[in-house]
């Protein structure tokens, strides 16, 4: 007797610089991904303590809560494992409104996440992808999305780390371009009944559509990205910090407009050749190819 093997599972992880980061740029792929049956594990490399928040929310407390909103978060898209690795955040140490800085939660304690050596954080990552026999690793464009300096670290210390792990995937979460100058100038339109929030240099930000090989449908999975994204309430309440930008400007965007923000996610896989169509499967690589017919 022969038995058919079942379609393959994969382990997923998804590596984040701070608690909502994976909401925003990855939790549509996880949600279903986790629903086909493959195992999910989301990393953050800080507790977000730096981040923005109420005045009572600062520090330790504020990393305590943000890491009990991500375990709520990594229930909602269904994964396996979450892990925070507990380096200083370092903050969002450029001015942006006139509310105030957000930076390191104590500016004379430990060199905060995005200053520190890559090497032995790459290292530190490599051993939990061996561990957990990682085949995709999720981090972010060279870029570091809109340049916050910790996002940076997450793609130079993901790319070493897959490197020495062997992880077979690498997959640079990121967003198109074009797609957030249409919803900027969605919110322009808007200007005269929502407040218009602070935003980053979007020239060079994220990653420009022809250098993209991924774009996610994740519109079956809406509902759960939202509730990921409700999760983080420390962060979509005042909008000073990287993530929480952005969270507001999605926040804002008209319902219909916000599902079809929300309803793809984009990639660029390391090493792929781009300027094909773009694959709507991140497993697409670890597929055994078809037996292709002779013509
Ligand atoms: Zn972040």
């Given at each position: 007797m022969t038995s058919q093997p079942g379609p393959a599972r994969y382990t997923l992880v998804s590596f984040h610089a701070h608690p909502d980061d994976e909401a925003l740029l990855t939790a549509g792929t996880l949600a279903r991904a986790a629903a086909e049956g493959h195992r999910v594990v989301v990393v953050v490399a800080t507790a977000g303590e730096a981040g923005a928040a109420r005045a009572d929310w600062t520090g330790d407390h504020l990393g305590d809560r943000r890491i009990r909103e991500l375990e709520a978060s990594a229930a909602a898209i269904g994964a396996a494992r979450v892990e925070v690795l507990g380096y200083p955040d370092t903050g969002w140490p450029v001015p942006t409104s006139g509310e105030g800085i957000s930076g390191p939660a104590d500016p004379g304690g430990p060199v905060p996440f995005s200053q520190l050596d890559a090497e032995p954080l790459a290292a530190d990552l490599a051993a939990l992808l061996v561990e957990e026999g990682a085949d995709v690793l999720t981090t972010y464009d060279e870029n570091g999305g809109y340049g916050h300096p910790d996002h940076v670290q997450v793609h130079r210390v993901g790319a070493m780390a897959a490197e020495i792990a062997g992880t077979p995937v690498v997959l640079e979460a990121t967003i198109d371009r074009a797609l957030i100058w249409r919803a900027v100038n969605v919110l322009r339109a808007l200007a005269w009944v929502l407040p218009m929030p602070v935003l980053p240099d979007l020239s060079t930000a994220y990653t420009a559509?022809?250098?993209?090989t991924h774009r996610v449908d994740v519109r079956d999975y809406v509902s759960d990205k939202s509730e990921s994204l409700r999760a983080h309430a420390s962060q979509s309440t005042r909008a000073r910090d990287d993530g929480a930008r952005t969270l507001a400007l999605i926040l804002r965007l008209p319902r219909p407009v916000r599902r079809r923000v929300i309803g793809r996610e984009w990639f660029r896989e390391r090493g792929r050749q781009v300027g094909g169509d773009l694959l709507d499967d991140v497993f697409a690589s670890l597929r055994p190819r078809p037996e292709c017919g002779h013509a």
């Open positions: 559509r022809g250098d993209l």
